[in-house]
């Protein structure tokens, strides 16, 4: 079946280093790519997307890339904060006769250590 | 503006004891629904989805079952839960290409 690698499980930065989050999927015909975070005890939200015709985007201190010939795409945090450390999760849209799923990497912890 | 409500928050069940979990989504119509488990420190795992009234997709074979008996209710079901059953709730709706909003989760423990 479909899948997508998530690399590190777990990430420890000092405040104000970067952070990099980097994922590897399989299906060619996923187009569209969302991150999310998830705090400790609440549900995933979504904090940034990307689409198959564009290959970056940038939210002030979050961007993601997209390499659709390599199948990767990658989460940067710069200048992190404590308020960062979390769960992050990526994920590829897998569609199926009509059906969307998301198909999910297995996370990573990201700690900033002030 | 799109809702989900999920509910009960959090859940003490004893083993062997039924389970019903509901999710709703608000200002939307014909959403895809889906309803994922969460072990503790662990990722997300789906385990059922739903594209319509009645459509169910099972993901992982289990103790579990689901329905969707309206067009924007999403239910959660077992005759017996098990210790393994355990874990974080979440439903989650999207529309078409969009990402998910999940539900705010509930947390079972089943004792």
């Given at each position: 079946g479909e899948n997508v690698e998530q690399h590190p499980s777990t990430l420890s930065v000092q405040e104000g280093d970067s952070a990099v989050i980097k994922c590897t999927y399989?299906?060619?015909?996923?187009n569209y790519f969302p991150w999310y975070k998830q705090e400790l005890g609440k549900r995933p939200q979504l904090i940034i997307d990307i689409r198959s015709n564009v290959g970056e985007k940038k939210d002030q201190r979050i961007a993601v890339t997209l390499n659709k010939t390599a199948k990767h795409f990658s989460l940067h945090i710069t200048?992190?904060?404590?308020?960062?450390s979390a769960v992050y999760f990526c994920a590829a849209l897998h569609v199926t006769s009509g059906t969307y799923k998301y198909i999910f990497g297995t996370g990573t912890r990201l700690k900033v250590l002030a | 503006s799109q809702t989900i409500h999920q509910w009960p928050a959090t859940l003490v069940q004893p083993v062997g004891s039924p389970l019903s979990l509901e999710c709703t989504v608000e200002g939307t119509s014909n959403p895809n629904l889906y309803w994922y488990r969460q072990a503790a420190g662990r990722g997300l795992q789906l385990l059922f989805y739903s594209v319509g009234i009645g459509q169910i997709s099972s993901e992982v074979p289990q103790n579990l079952s689901a329905s969707r008996p309206q067009d924007r209710q999403f239910i959660l079901s077992s005759k017996k839960l098990l210790l393994s059953d355990s874990g974080f709730y979440l439903c989650a709706w999207t529309f078409q290409s969009r990402g998910y909003t999940f539900g705010s989760g509930t947390r079972l423990t089943v004792v």
């Open positions: 399989s299906d060619s015909a996923s200048e992190t904060q404590p308020e960062d | -």
